[in-house]
C-alpha cells in the first residue's frame, strides 16, 4: 500500500503534472487543480535538459516530447562581432543518459498540454480555475497519520492525506503553511521571444557580451523557436508590448550571424515578454506535516542554466517514488526526500546565481569548471 491513498495537488505546472501523473498511475486518488482557467494558453519556450528529459521518459511521454520539440546536442559559442563569428562548437553533456539527446527545446504550452493529457489519462481529476482558500492540517498529528482538510475558491471542500504545493515562485501554499521565505531578485532580467525558426538555427548559440549580457536562441521545433536577450534588471513593466519588443531589437541589433535571419521575423509585440530573474532556496524541510512543497514554490533558480523546470520534475520523480514505496508517510519518508532533493536543488540555485554574478560583477570566473560540477551532479540520477 502506498503512504496516501488520495493527494492534492496545487498547480498543474511541470512540478504539479509530473507529481499527478506518478501518484495517479500508482493507484493514488488526485485532485490536481490550478488557479489559471487554461494552463496551456499561452508561453514561450523551454530549454529541457537530459535529466529533465529523463524524468518526461519516466512519466511516459518521451515520445511525444520528441515529437513536439527540437533535440540537439551541441551548444554554439558566437561573439558579439559584425560577423556574429562561431567561436565554438561545444558537445552538450548528455545528462539523461546516452539514449536521450543533451537538450530539447520545446514550446511551453505543447508541454503542458502534454502533460495535462498524460495525468488526465493517468486518472487524475483537474480542475482549473481554482485555488485554495484555507487548509487545515490536523492538529499535531502522529507522523504517520492524519490529514489536511481543504476548503476551496469555489466554496466547496475536501480532505486528503497528503496536499502538493506545486504552485511556483509565488507560492500562495508557502505561505499559508507559514513559510515566509520570499524570492529574491538577482540584478538580471530577460526579454523572451517566441516566434518562427530560420533555417540557420538548429541548436542554441550564446552570444556573452556587446551591450546585454547575453543573447541566446533555442529551437523549439521545425517551425519555431525562442530567442532571449539578458540585461541588467530594469523595470519594463511600464513598456507597451510594442515598446517591449521594440526594445528588444534594439538590443539584438548589436548581434550577427544567425540573429540576422531572427530579427527580421520577431514581429508580434504579443509573443515578446520580460521577467526579472529570481532566486530563491527554501531552508528544508520543504513540508510542514502532510503539506509538502516542491519545484519553485521550494526553489527557484534564474535560467543561466536552464535547469528549473528539470529539478521540478525530479521533485515529483523522488516524491512520487518515496510515497508508493513506503507504508507511512512518516519523518522518516520526510528525511528522506529532503536528503535526495535539498543539496542537489540548493546546489543548481546556487550555480545558476553564479553565473550570472560572476557577468553583473564583471569577473571572468571558473564557468568551465562550474558547469562540469553542475553537469555531473544531474547525471546522477535524482
Ligand atoms: C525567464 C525564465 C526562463 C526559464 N527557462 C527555463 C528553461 O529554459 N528550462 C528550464 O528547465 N527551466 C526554465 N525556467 C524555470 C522553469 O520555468 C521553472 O523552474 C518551472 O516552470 C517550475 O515548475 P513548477 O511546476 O514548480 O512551477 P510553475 O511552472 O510556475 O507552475 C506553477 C503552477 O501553479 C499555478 N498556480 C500558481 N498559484 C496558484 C494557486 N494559488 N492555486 C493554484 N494554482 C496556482 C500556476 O498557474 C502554474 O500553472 C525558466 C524560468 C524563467 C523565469
Same mark, same amino acid.
Given at each position: 500500500m502506498p503512504a496516501v491513498s488520495n493527494v492534492l495537488v496545487i498547480g498543474a505546472g511541470l512540478a504539479g503534472t509530473a507529481t499527478a501523473i506518478g501518484l495517479a498511475a500508482g493507484g493514488v486518488a488526485v485532485d490536481l487543480i490550478d =488557479?489559471?482557467?487554461? =494552463?496551456?494558453?499561452a508561453g514561450s519556450g523551454i530549454t529541457m535538459q537530459g535529466n529533465g528529459l529523463r524524468e518526461l521518459r519516466r512519466l511516459g511521454v518521451w515520445e511525444a516530447v520528441r515529437a513536439a520539440g527540437y533535440p540537439f546536442s551541441s551548444l554554439g559559442l558566437r561573439a558579439p562581432d559584425p560577423a556574429g563569428t562561431l567561436l565554438a562548437e561545444i558537445p552538450d553533456a548528455r545528462t539523461g543518459g +546516452? %539514449?536521450? #539527446?543533451a537538450t530539447v527545446g520545446l514550446p511551453r504550452p505543447a508541454l503542458a498540454r502534454i502533460l495535462i493529457d498524460r495525468a488526465l489519462a493517468a486518472g487524475a481529476r483537474l480542475r482549473l480555475g481554482t485555488s485554495v482558500s484555507s487548509l487545515d492540517p490536523d #492538529?499535531? #498529528?502522529?507522523p504517520g497519520s492524519g490529514g489536511v482538510g481543504v476548503v476551496f475558491s469555489d466554496g466547496s471542500a475536501g480532505r486528503y492525506d497528503l496536499v502538493v504545493? +506545486? %504552485?511556483? =515562485?509565488?507560492?500562495a501554499t508557502r505561505k499559508m503553511i507559514g513559510i515566509t521565505d520570499e524570492p529574491q531578485p538577482t540584478g538580471m532580467g530577460i526579454f523572451r521571444a517566441f516566434g518562427p525558426r530560420p533555417a540557420s538555427v538548429t541548436r542554441t548559440d550564446l552570444i556573452y557580451g556587446g551591450p546585454s549580457y547575453i543573447a541566446g536562441y533555442c529551437p523549439t521545433g521545425e517551425a519555431t523557436l525562442y530567442a532571449y536577450i539578458v540585461e %541588467?534588471?530594469?523595470?519594463?513593466?511600464?513598456?507597451?508590448q510594442e515598446q517591449r519588443l521594440a526594445a528588444m531589437l534594439e538590443l539584438a541589433e548589436a548581434y550577427h550571424g544567425p540573429w540576422d535571419d531572427i530579427r527580421p521575423t520577431l514581429t508580434d509585440p504579443a509573443a515578446v515578454s520580460y521577467t526579472q530573474f529570481e532566486q530563491l532556496v527554501v531552508p528544508a524541510?520543504?513540508?510542514r506535516g502532510r503539506v509538502v512543497l516542491i519545484g519553485d514554490a521550494a526553489h527557484a533558480c534564474p535560467p543561466t542554466l536552464a535547469q528549473g523546470g528539470a529539478q521540478a520534475l525530479e521533485d515529483a520523480a523522488v516524491l512520487t517514488e518515496l510515497l508508493l514505496s513506503r507504508p507511512v508517510a512518516d519523518d522518516a519518508l520526510w528525511a528522506a526526500f529532503t536528503a535526495r532533493r535539498f543539496d542537489r536543488a540548493r546546489t543548481v540555485v546556487e550555480a545558476s546565481c553564479q553565473l550570472g554574478q560572476w557577468q553583473l560583477d564583471h569577473q571572468q570566473g571558473d564557468v568551465p569548471g562550474l558547469l562540469a560540477a553542475i553537469t555531473a551532479l544531474v547525471s546522477q540520477p535524482a
Open positions: =488557479v489559471k482557467p487554461a =494552463v496551456d494558453a +546516452a %539514449d536521450l #539527446p #492538529p499535531a #498529528p502522529d504545493g +506545486a %504552485d511556483g =515562485v509565488r507560492s %541588467d534588471a530594469r523595470d519594463r513593466s511600464v513598456l507597451s524541510p520543504w513540508n
